[in-house]
């Protein structure tokens, strides 16, 4: 049975730094394409970052280039979003859907599984 469970959200000031884990259970990771969404209040689900199986290709949208990074830790079944110069509108709740396959889908359709998320707030 595939699991995904978010952690290490909160709240943070403009300009801090957090950093994101999504423990995984039930299937290889390494064999999975699995990547971080993100949904803001009154807001459509968005593509964060997302990094393809077997060979670690990582992909960010616009709005976090240069300041996000992903990352996975296969012994650990573990993926991670390193977020820092954090934004008011980085404000969201964080998922990190998987798929079967090396390929990172174009939109939250092509993800499968997900977890329950954990929330991110932004403010001063």
């Known amino acids: 049975q595939v699991q995904l469970v978010e952690s290490g959200g909160g709240l943070m000031q403009p300009g801090g730094s957090l950093r994101l884990s999504c423990a995984v259970s039930?299937?290889?990771?390494?064999?999975?394409?699995i990547g971080w969404f993100r949904q803001a209040p009154g807001k459509e689900r968005e593509g964060v970052s997302c990094?393809?199986?077997?060979?670690?290709?990582?992909y960010y949208a616009d709005a976090v280039k240069g300041r996000f990074t992903i990352s996975r830790d296969n012994a650990k079944a573990t993926v991670y979003l390193q977020m820092n110069s954090l934004k008011p509108a980085d404000t969201a709740v964080y998922y990190c859907?998987?798929?079967?396959?090396?390929?990172?889908?174009?939109?939250?359709?092509?993800?499968?599984?997900w977890g329950k998320g954990t929330l991110v707030t932004v403010s001063s």
């Open positions: 039930g299937f290889t990771l390494a064999y999975y394409a």
């Open positions: 990094i393809s199986g077997r060979d670690a290709i990582t």
């Open positions: 859907p998987t798929r079967y396959g090396s390929t990172c889908p174009a939109g939250p359709s092509g993800m499968p599984y």
